[in-house]
């Protein structure tokens, strides 16, 4: 079991996107460690983004507007949601 906290705003808009994909949350993020452990860096680039970008990542970093959810609460919320 794996437990995250999650920007709740992000969660719901990149869940939209994954569900358009017919992705699950959980396939998504799977996929993301498997690139990530491929090439071993990050599957998109890192700069200097926007101000908004930076402030997420810093809240992040501080726990700061998370939601904590664990990857069975993220499974059970998309099943519901598939419906």
């Given amino acids: 079991m794996l437990s ?3 920007n709740e705003e992000h969660t719901k808009k990149a ?6 994909l017919g ?7 799977n996929m993301f460690l498997a690139q990530v452990t491929l090439d071993k860096s990050l599957p998109f680039d890192i700069h200097q983004g926007k101000k908004a970008t930076i402030q997420a990542f810093k809240d992040a970093q501080n ?12 499974i059970e919320e998309h099943k519901l949601s598939s419906c």
Wanted: aromatic residues 4%.
């Fill in 4 to 6: 995250i906290n999650l």
């Fill in 15 to 20: 869940t939209l996107v994954f569900n358009d």
């Fill in 23 to 29: 992705l699950s949350i959980s396939e998504a993020i």
């Fill in 63 to 74: 726990n700061i507007n998370l939601e904590h959810t664990s990857l069975e609460e993220m």
